[in-house]
């Protein structure tokens, strides 16, 4: 049995459980105003968790790459085991870390609000809560698989991860060490360069992870979508060398399907982009897209290339994992860098509400007001509001944001939009950056965002609904970044011959929805640092042994 939780279906079944007794008892006005409460991000991240909880409680066992089926004794009492696969890192971190949080607020709040509006909501579901926390820390219950790839930052990004929820108290932790990659032709340099950095990147694991009880799954010459295709991860277990073992000649009748597709992916240089990006002279580059495609690379090659050219140039990051200085390097002129630290914000933005709100209150009121600062929703207006304000750099130079993963990235343009219809409601009550921010947003002069996917069918295909929720929010991509592609260069390998062939789809798919885009070729960044090469040299992705093996592009 396979299910998908959709978050903002369950916002809507949650807002109307909250509001719906209440129509025909209240005034228009109010229920209006109940609904206007309950129409923001946090909404859509508490309603997405009660979904999550009410089917944990009762499974006998559960393998967490997040946390599904947690709270309710029965939802899943039909099933052995409950396998779910979660959001990113940054985004399944805030989702494990809710049953403590809202706990310790239900248990502390006596005022009876919260940035949800009334609690009696909140308040029924505190038993489900302490479920769901039981059944995350039982490891007799409960394991938590992490899933990373043999790259250095995915590996300390997973080791950041590992410690966080040790912390929280999911202390039966396993790793999976996907898409191992083992040269078959060792005459070709991309193939080498590969399998040198996964060595490298394993030699330097983490104490921690490498202590995790581990399953490696090799880099398999097909894409792993559909039933016939997952059936062959068992044999690959089984037999891990042969699972990457493939016939050493081309794929001909894909091939030649591909090769058009394939042929002209050299062209599309991520410098061509440039002089349209910069042609304003000042304004936003956001990248978005999946956890782990490349968003952080994107934006540090764009950044640096327009200070480059003589343009001021803030660079910064809403990603939890926070990646920006260790791909930056050393400084650039012109180059500002800074990181959206979540907890920092809520402290100043806290302190700024007490310092004018709570200036005139009596000392009940300030102590309601300082109760309700305490719900875990304040996080995430925090961090709104520095999202608008950094935008509003945007109308002295470039900003450039690297955003956070999808899920994070649509709270956040979520935001924009309750704040927007809640500032159109009450104009003049909020910053000036918060009630400008949509608009700067929906304007393509000012804001343009660059969707990063990989060629493969998870990435691209959630790029193109995160295009489809942008839509809905009157926000256009400017173009799409294809990142870390064979597509451009001339591989040898079995292994990477085929997979550059099975490329060419996602190629295809990527040119029919995006206006414009550009390509990456695979580059052995960790060895040769090439975060100011990405918009000047595009097909050198690995430092050759010798002048003969550098491979051409086709």
């Not at 202390?171 to 040198?196: C, K, P, W, Y």
């Not at 956040?412 to 921010?437: C, I, K, W």
């Not at 040119?511 to 990456?520: D, G, M, T």
Request: glycine share 6%; charged share 25%.
């Amino acid at each position: 049995m396979a299910s998908n939780l959709d978050p903002e279906e369950a916002a809507r079944a949650y807002r109307e459980r909250t509001v719906g007794p209440y129509r025909n008892l209240l005034p228009a006005a109010a229920v209006r105003s109940i609904e206007e409460q309950l129409s923001g991000a946090c909404t859509v991240e508490i309603a997405a968790f009660d979904e999550l909880a009410k089917l944990l409680v009762a499974s006998p066992k559960l393998l967490v790459a997040s946390p599904k089926l947690l709270g309710d004794p029965g939802a899943s009492a039909d099933v052995d085991h409950v396998i779910f696969d979660t959001a990113p890192t940054g985004h399944t971190l805030r989702l494990l870390e809710l049953p403590a949080a809202w706990s310790g607020f239900l248990e502390t709040n006596v005022g009876g609000t919260s940035c949800l509006g009334p609690l009696a909501g909140l308040a029924a579901q505190r038993e489900l809560y302490a479920h769901a926390r039981a059944s995350l820390i039982d490891p007799t219950r409960t394991a938590l698989v992490l899933v990373s790839r043999a790259e250095r930052a995915a590996l300390l990004e997973a080791e950041r991860t590992r410690h966080e929820l040790e912390a929280l108290g999911i202390t039966r932790q396993e790793l999976v060490l996907n898409g191992l990659f083992h040269a078959q032709d060792a005459s070709d340099a991309i193939a080498a360069a590969m399998e040198r950095r996964e060595l490298d990147a394993l030699g330097a694991m983490p104490a921690g992870l490498a202590a995790l009880p581990r399953t490696e799954i090799p880099l398999l010459p097909f894409g792993l979508v559909g039933v016939t295709a997952l059936s062959r991860i068992a044999e690959t277990l089984n037999h891990p060398r042969r699972g990457d073992s493939v016939s050493q000649t081309e794929p001909s009748r894909e091939a030649d399907e591909a090769r058009a597709v394939l042929e002209g992916a050299g062209a599309r240089t991520l410098a061509a982009l440039v002089p349209a990006l910069e042609a304003e002279g000042h304004g936003v580059v956001m990248t978005m897209g999946k956890g782990g495609v490349g968003k952080t690379t994107v934006a540090v090659a764009v950044a640096v290339e327009l200070a480059r050219r003589g343009h001021a140039v803030h660079l910064t990051t809403t990603d939890p994992a926070a990646h920006v200085h260790e791909a930056l390097g050393e400084a650039v002129a012109g180059l500002r860098v800074s990181r959206i630290d979540p907890e920092a914000e809520t402290r100043a933005y806290t302190e700024e509400v007490l310092r004018t709100t709570g200036a005139s209150l009596d000392e009940a009121g300030r102590a309601l007001l300082e109760e309700d600062l305490r719900s875990p929703c304040t996080q995430e207006i925090a961090v709104f509001r520095a999202f608008a304000r950094v935008v509003a750099e945007g109308e002295r130079g470039f900003v450039v944001i690297d955003t956070a993963p999808t899920g994070h990235t649509l709270l956040l343009l979520d935001a924009a939009e309750s704040y927007h219809r809640e500032v159109l409601r009450m104009a003049g009550s909020a910053p000036a950056e918060v009630r400008a921010l949509l608009p700067r947003l929906r304007d393509p002069a000012f804001t343009k965002i660059l969707l990063v996917t990989l060629a493969e069918a998870t990435p691209v295909h959630e790029a193109a609904a995160l295009q489809r929720d942008l839509a809905r929010a009157e926000i256009h991509p400017f173009a799409w970044v294809i990142d870390q592609s064979l597509a451009p260069l001339a591989v040898r390998d079995p292994v990477l011959v085929h997979r550059r062939v099975h490329e060419a789809r996602f190629h295809a798919e990527v040119q029919a929805l995006a206006p414009r885009w550009a390509v990456v070729p695979w580059t052995d960044r960790e060895r040769e640092s090439p975060r100011l090469e990405l918009c000047t040299a595009q097909t050198t992705p690995a430092r050759p042994s010798s002048p003969s093996t550098v491979p051409s592009t086709p």
